[in-house]
Nanobody, 123 residues
């Protein structure tokens, strides 16, 4: 599975961004897809995840209510719409894929990772 994240950039606080993660290599529709982020000097943290059917999503408390994860299985792409962005959202955002599992917030459960896209939110 190869993952390619895109859509990051520089945005003012209160703005929005939509991140995309294009997958290739194996059947995308059956995978759990996750977004994680890592800020300088901090550990990687869970942002959101979506199960294969697209009907079940999970969010970190820090982004809940401001972000929406979705997927288009026909396009092999998962999205992360982020609204009301805050300076503390600044980080490198990476997408990840796993075949199954319950604790979708644990990064070590994802064997496949994209390269990350930088999100910078200015105050």
């Amino acid at each position: 599975v190869q993952l390619q994240a895109s859509g990051g950039g520089l945005v003012q606080a209160g703005g929005s961004l939509r991140l995309s993660c294009a997958a290739s290599g194996r059947t995308f529709s059956g995978w759990i897809m996750g977004w994680f982020r890592q800020a300088p000097g901090k550990e990687r943290e869970f942002v959101a995840a979506i199960r294969s059917s697209g009907g079940s999503t999970s969010y970190a408390d820090s982004v809940k209510g401001r972000s929406t994860i979705s997927r288009d299985n026909a396009k092999n792409t998962v999205y992360l719409q982020m609204n009301s962005l805050k300076p503390e959202d600044t980080a490198v955002y990476s997408c990840a894929a796993r075949a199954s599992g319950y604790n979708v917030a644990q990064s070590n459960g994802y064997p496949y990772w994209g390269q990350g896209t930088q999100v910078t939110v200015s105050s």
